[in-house]
């Protein structure tokens, strides 16, 4: 049985010393990019390999791009050879965070064709809450030889957003709090707002009190909701930067509302042109 969307930490403890399974810690700070490494090297899951945002899973930022480029994809496949990862693998990616970093590999893995890939619900917190084992022991790496699959139509690009927009056959989900989505709050970006004609969806609200992924009905009745007469194949996700977005997509998938795509570039990106509209509170 393979795992596409959402797993649990009693499966994957299961399941931990599978050659066939490959783990990926994930767990960053946009505050300092420095402390998921550090969290990594004084106690993770065991055999788990780590994955750090801006060097792994991102590319050197540019005048033009927003905070998490894409990363080459070559360079990210070798690097999934590196850690053990074959077409065949099994893999489980886990944070700290509810899956808002994790979720972007799990997404960027799917974009090169391997499906097998499941986001931790929960994440490490409840992982621990269940007591199971935690290490700070790095694992012995057996490379492979991971082959892409890549499927550029997952994600658009600014320029498509704007025409798909203009003809309104998208419907465009901003997964950031509603506090930033209106303007009246902007900690990381230099220009606050969001893009006109989305929708606001924070990606907080697919989890329960306890950090975990609401029951895979109630998230479709939430979307549903959201999308009306839309279908998850033109919907749109974006946040500030590609990375949360990835949540609201995987919510949508593991309820069944398969197809919806990516904004990439996101909000600091979108900001960079200075012809391309804003919207705020005053102007949504």
Not at 42 to 61: C, T, V
Not at 175 to 187: D, L, N, Y
């Amino acid at each position: 049985m393979s795992y596409k969307t959402l797993i649990s930490s009693q499966t994957l403890y299961q399941q931990i010393n599978n050659p066939k399974w490959i783990i990926i810690d994930c767990r960053f700070s946009l505050a300092d990019s420095t402390v998921g490494h550090y969290a990594y090297r004084h106690g993770h899951i065991p055999q788990a390999r780590y994955a750090d945002l801006n060097k792994h899973l991102s590319s050197e930022i540019r005048s033009y791009t927003g905070r998490h480029p894409l990363p080459n994809f070559s360079v990210l496949c070798k690097q999934l050879g590196n850690w053990g990862i074959s077409n065949d693998t099994q893999v489980v990616v886990y944070d700290d965070a509810g899956g808002a970093f994790a979720g972007r590999l799990w997404w960027l893995l799917r974009c090169l064709g391997h499906e097998q890939v499941a986001v931790l619900d929960g994440g490490f917190t409840a992982w621990q809450k269940q007591n199971l084992p935690i290490t700070t022991a790095l694992p012995t790496l057996k490379p492979k030889v991971f082959r892409a699959y890549l499927n550029p139509k997952l994600w658009l690009s600014a320029l498509e957003v704007e025409n798909a927009l203009a003809s309104k056959t998208i419907r465009l989900i901003d997964a950031r709090t509603p506090e930033r989505f209106r303007g009246e709050q902007e900690p990381i970006d230099p220009v606050a707002g969001h893009i006109p004609g989305a929708i606001n969806r924070a990606f907080q609200l697919n989890l329960n009190h306890e950090g975990l992924f609401l029951p895979a009905d109630e998230l479709k009745n939430h979307f549903k909701r959201i999308l009306g007469p839309i279908s998850p194949e033109k919907t749109v996700h974006y946040c500030g930067s590609g990375v949360t977005a990835c949540h609201n997509l995987l919510a949508m998938e593991h309820a069944g509302l398969t197809g919806s795509k990516l904004y990439a570039g996101a909000w600091s990106e979108w900001i960079t042109n200075p012809n391309r509209s804003i919207g705020t509170s005053k102007s949504a």
